[in-house]
């Protein structure tokens, strides 16, 4: 049920200032601060799957000023990029619906909603990359000169090879794994705030068919267009930064591919099987221990369910036709 009166203005306002307070825990001295930065999301999502697009909005608002008086603009508005921008995406996609011949309601699936959330991640590097300042060695050389001093901060606890060693990894990648990170709190706390929502049954929508995840086609171009991209500027002195950034851009590509691939997994542990629990405690288990490094192979079999998927419902189009 819908708040009325009073309860529309104030509620979006208490849950923006409340998912401010969690995201300030990550420059106060607060216990657990990196799990309550992970879930400041949450109250904006809540309002985003409970009560609307312009709720939504208000309450992302709020949370954004709130954070910058306490901590700097600059802090209020990565906490609109990393927190509000994502409840906002939700709250509109998400909620999307279409009525069918037969007045069914159909709502927006949740692959298509992870697709524009891969979409808008790959925008919003983008427009980092471009706030970068110049640097001799392009967006790498900022990285690796940024991350050398950080573990310089570690002082003599790393070895100094394993620290070029590490900084030179950890560029290679980490554009794609903030984005990652970022793509993971959405859909972690979007989920969540579905599960709440519909336990209170406060929910706008039912609950996704999350292991049923069907991507949209056009989302294979993103990280195809990407590999190309890289692969023919690959080499180039003139073009390093593009390539660069078109390899991390393959990267994040293939992120809803590896959902895709979890759910397979998942419904696969799950379905049928007598030790169920212990299966999926396992695979969980495992894919936190190799966190990135699982990326890939679980990308191949979202890509080849991806493939399946599309093959049967061409044939089933032709034999209808």
Not at 53 to 80: D, I, Q
Not at 190 to 203: C, E, H, K, V, Y
């Amino acid at each position: 049920m819908a708040p009325k009166g009073s309860a529309r203005i104030g509620l979006p306002l208490a849950l923006g200032l409340v998912a401010a307070l969690m995201y300030l825990s990550l420059v106060q001295s607060v216990p657990h601060a990196a799990l309550l930065g992970f879930m400041a999301p949450l109250p904006l999502m809540i309002a985003a799957l409970g009560l609307g697009l312009v709720s939504t909005v208000a309450a992302c608002a709020v949370g954004a000023v709130a954070a910058g008086a306490v901590a700097g603009a600059a802090f209020g508005a990565s906490f609109l990029g990393i927190a509000g921008i994502p409840a906002i995406l939700i709250a509109y996609r998400a909620l999307t619906r279409t009525v069918g011949p037969d007045e069914k309601v159909r709502w927006s699936p949740a692959g298509n909603v992870l697709a524009w959330l891969t979409v808008a991640s790959m925008v919003l590097l983008l427009v980092w990359v471009g706030a970068l300042p110049p640097h001799d060695g392009g967006v790498r050389g900022w990285l690796e000169a940024f991350l050398s001093q950080a573990l310089d901060m570690l002082g003599d606890q790393v070895d100094p090879k394993e620290r070029r060693e590490i900084t030179r990894m950890l560029s290679a990648v980490l554009p794609a794994m903030i984005a990652g990170v970022w793509m993971l709190m959405a859909m972690v706390n979007a989920m969540a705030a579905q599960a709440i929502l519909t336990r209170l049954g406060q929910g706008l929508r039912p609950d996704p068919d999350y292991l049923g995840l069907v991507l949209p086609r056009w989302l294979a171009a993103l990280p195809l267009a990407a590999a190309l991209t890289w692969m023919v500027l690959t080499g180039l002195a003139t073009q390093e930064t593009v390539a660069y950034i078109a390899a991390n851009m393959a990267a994040i590509g293939l992120a809803p591919f590896a959902a895709l691939g979890v759910a397979t997994v998942h419904g696969r542990l799950a379905v049928g099987r007598q030790n169920a629990m212990l299966g999926l405690l396992a695979f969980y288990g495992t894919l936190m221990v190799f966190s990135i490094w699982a990326l890939a192979p679980l990308s191949l079999v979202g890509l080849v369910r991806f493939t399946r998927v599309w093959i049967d419902r061409r044939r089933a189009d032709t034999t209808e036709g």
